[in-house]
């Protein structure tokens, strides 16, 4: 069992729920035992944190279920930790202290990475480091990294504001194309297979070589570029599986996709596109707005001057984007939550779904099997209805100008890094 730290601030609604049934919080408790995992100690706090939670967990797919879960319910924010305890934190360092020896660097493998030393902004917080080369654990492959494709997540776990806290001392990164060098025991690609995929939090493929779960990569296909196979992975299952697992898109419907010039953005563009419906993105900016034009949509929107209540029902005869998209819902409509560009996260009044009798869901790719949505992306790109629309390929050395280019949002499209 691995060790987390659970932080845990109380909304609103959290506090009047555990102000009128005190026992809530055991309960709680109960249903994290419930999800197998163990709860260690607990603490209620003074300061930015309400409580301050011990737990163990299996492994980081069970505590992002459990945050994912937990966090759904609107009545906590949490921030979730891995840890070790000091004892054995102290022991590692001894470990690490004998390994640097002459004789131990002599016979480890180093590899260059991009690390994480703090959380910030990318040109402060990122080192290029020479560290050790990752081994897999059974069910791991431990791939050549060729290149990767980054994203809007991979800016959010530098800055620590995603989800899922990634470890400082770690590389980032997720997508990535590269060869198989080994594997694990349980392991069934072959050395030298040349694979696409998505890396853990933590296993960063901002390096040279990467450790990777076998059930989140794909054979590349012969015929497909090096960063199409970098960046066809993350962003298109994500979309592929809004689109037609939770909204279930039909032919004929009309797809509204906020943030249509980014990764994902463009990536539900083409998808909605291929699926046969009928496409009307925005973005903020002139520039961004054609943008979604130049990836298939039908209709292309600045999100910083036009009213997009108007928009929407103009293109489908039918400020805040989310709440435009609420005020502009079609009967029985769909609206599936996939992340928070701005950084705000919008409130509703429920009463607003009875009256308009529409959906709202969300996404979190974590609760998902990955490969089997890869492989009809993969058939959608050989017929010619998805393509990722590459901005550029830099050199590795320019991995944190990369991503401070995506924070200051002028990276069109994607970005691809050569890992040499």
């Excluded at 480091?129 to 654990?137: F, H, K, L, N, R």
């Excluded at 990764?263 to 699926?275: E, P």
Aim: glycine share 10%; net charge negative.
């Amino acid at each position: 069992m691995n060790t987390y730290v659970l932080l845990s601030k109380l909304t609103p609604d959290g506090a009047r729920s555990l102000q009128t049934r005190p026992g809530r919080l055991r309960e709680v408790n109960e249903e994290i035992e419930a999800f197998g995992c163990v709860v260690v100690s607990q603490f209620a706090t003074m300061g930015p944190y309400d409580f301050v939670t011990v737990v163990q967990a299996p492994d980081n797919d069970t505590m992002m279920r459990l945050s994912a879960m937990l966090g759904s319910r609107g009545t906590v924010e949490l921030m979730s930790m891995p840890a070790v305890w000091v004892n054995d934190f102290l022991d590692q360092l001894d470990r690490d202290h004998a390994e640097r020896s002459p004789d131990a660097r002599a016979r480890s493998s180093a590899m260059k990475a991009w690390v994480l030393r703090e959380y910030g902004d990318p040109m402060k917080v990122l080192e290029l480091a020479e560290i050790d080369q990752p081994s897999p654990a059974p069910d791991q492959l431990l791939v050549q990294v060729e290149a990767s494709g980054l994203a809007f997540p991979d800016l959010l776990r530098v800055q620590g504001l995603y989800q899922v806290t990634q470890p400082l001392g770690t590389a980032p990164g997720a997508e990535f194309v590269g060869r198989v060098v080994s594997g694990g025991e349980s392991t069934t690609i072959a050395p030298g297979t040349r694979i696409m995929g998505v890396a853990d939090i933590g296993d960063g493929t901002l390096a040279e070589y990467v450790v990777v779960r076998e059930l989140a990569v794909g054979p590349v296909p012969d015929g497909m570029p090096t960063a199409v196979a970098a960046t066809v992975s993350s962003n298109y299952v994500v979309a592929y599986i809004a689109l037609h697992v939770r909204a279930r898109v039909q032919p004929g419907d009309v797809v509204v996709v906020n943030g249509g010039a980014g990764g994902v953005g463009s990536a539900a563009i083409q998808l909605a596109k291929a699926a046969g419906a009928r496409v009307l993105a925005n973005d903020a900016g002139e520039s961004r707005a054609k943008l979604c034009l130049d990836f298939g949509a039908d209709a292309g929107v600045d999100a910083s001057t036009t009213d997009l209540v108007a928009a929407i029902q103009e293109f489908s005869d039918g400020g805040d984007v989310f709440h435009a998209c609420r005020r502009a819902i079609a009967f029985e409509g769909r609206i599936v939550i996939i992340g928070f560009t701005s950084g705000h996260i919008p409130e509703l009044k429920v009463n607003a779904l009875l009256l308009r009798n529409f959906t709202i869901m969300g996404m979190n790719i974590f609760f998902y099997e990955f490969t089997p949505y890869l492989e009809e992306i993969v058939k959608l790109w050989s017929q010619g209805k998805v393509n990722p629309p590459v901005e550029a390929e830099y050199p590795f050395d320019e991995a944190a100008m990369v991503l401070q280019r995506i924070a200051e949002r002028k990276v069109k499209g994607r970005a691809v890094v050569r890992v040499p």
